[in-house]
């Protein structure tokens, strides 16, 4: 294990965690799914109707629903479904990121504390040596001193001070090239992770709008709807509004 060998950071089959499966959406996320659904139905029932017969058209546009109303109408639908799918992909992806996370950090744990406990049988009468290496005292609890501690000994356990003991007592060079690999691993997955983070807050925010875009229409029209034509209860049915 010389100083001057690079760590080759080329992952092994098993020292990634890999990327969780697809998690289903929430009961809230479905029943907004189906709701925005069932407006579009609604929707495009109004306008086949509007097109199609001439008396309701009219009726329509007396209270300011002509044609290009109800096709603005399609448009709000549109957007709250478009938004609705970003939000819930980047809801998705926070999830997934979360977990990643959540691996990578136990993965590189699990390796660290052993080679950590390895490394301190060789030196357990060498404080000098345990302070160089960085594995005196209490192992590190913070993810931000298990992040420095597994840097320290990446650097100090190929020195030819330390080297030969090291590798004597399993800390060996595929094994710090292991660490090496999950240590960059959980370093991409907090990148991942914090990206997510930021990221779902205005999907959120476009989402809600869109909705209540979409949401406010369809109250005002079907209020003047069930007045305007309260005398035909069939219609009503068939745009979903009785």
Same mark, same amino acid.
């Given at each position: 294990?010389?100083?001057?060998?690079?760590?080759?950071?080329?992952?092994?089959?098993?020292?990634?965690?890999?990327?969780? =499966?697809?998690?289903?959406?929430?009961?809230?996320?479905?029943?907004?799914?189906?709701?925005?659904?069932?407006?579009?139905?609604?929707?495009?029932?109004?306008?086949?109707?509007?097109?199609?017969?001439?008396?309701?058209?009219?009726?329509?546009?007396?209270?300011?629903?002509?044609?290009?109303?109800?096709?603005?109408?399609?448009?709000?639908?549109?957007?709250?479904?478009?938004?609705?799918?970003?939000?819930?992909?980047?809801?998705?992806?926070?999830?997934?990121?979360?977990?990643?996370?959540?691996? =990578?950090?136990?993965?590189?744990?699990?390796?660290?504390?052993?080679?950590?406990?390895? =490394?301190?049988?060789?030196?357990?009468?060498?404080?000098?040596?345990?302070?160089?290496?960085?594995?005196?005292?209490?192992?590190?609890?913070?993810?931000?001193?298990?992040?420095?501690?597994?840097?320290?000994?990446?650097?100090?356990?190929?020195?030819?001070?330390?080297?030969?003991?090291?590798?004597?007592?399993?800390?060996?060079?595929?094994?710090?090239?292991?660490?090496?690999?999950?240590?960059?691993?959980?370093?991409?997955?907090?990148?991942?992770?914090?990206?997510?983070?930021?990221?779902?807050?205005?999907?959120?925010?476009?989402?809600?709008?869109?909705?209540?875009?979409?949401?406010?229409?369809?109250?005002?029209?079907?209020?003047?709807?069930?007045?305007?034509?309260?005398?035909?209860?069939?219609?009503?049915?068939?745009?979903?509004?009785?």
């Amino acid at each position: 294990m010389s100083p001057d060998t690079p760590i080759d950071t080329t992952p092994p089959e098993d020292a990634v965690p890999q990327p969780p =499966a697809p998690q289903t959406h929430s009961p809230q996320d479905k029943r907004q799914a189906r709701e925005i659904a069932t407006a579009g139905q609604t929707i495009r029932a109004i306008i086949a109707d509007a097109a199609g017969n001439e008396a309701i058209a009219q009726s329509l546009a007396e209270g300011g629903y002509p044609l290009p109303e109800l096709n603005h109408a399609g448009t709000l639908q549109e957007a709250a479904q478009s938004a609705l799918a970003e939000q819930l992909a980047v809801g998705g992806g926070k999830d997934a990121a979360n977990k990643t996370y959540a691996a =990578a950090e136990q993965s590189l744990t699990t390796l660290y504390l052993n080679l950590r406990g390895l =490394a301190r049988s060789a030196f357990i009468k060498d404080p000098d040596s345990l302070e160089k290496l960085g594995i005196a005292g209490s192992a590190p609890r913070a993810l931000a001193d298990l992040l420095n501690a597994c840097e320290n000994l990446i650097r100090n356990a190929p020195l030819p001070l330390y080297a030969d003991k090291l590798t004597r007592r399993g800390v060996t060079a595929d094994k710090l090239q292991n660490l090496q690999v999950r240590l960059a691993a959980l370093q991409e997955a907090d990148r991942v992770q914090e990206a997510a983070k930021e990221a779902l807050p205005p999907a959120t925010a476009k989402r809600n709008a869109a909705a209540q875009s979409l949401t406010d229409w369809l109250v005002e029209f079907k209020a003047f709807a069930k007045v305007q034509f309260k005398d035909q209860p069939d219609l009503l049915k068939r745009w979903g509004l009785k």
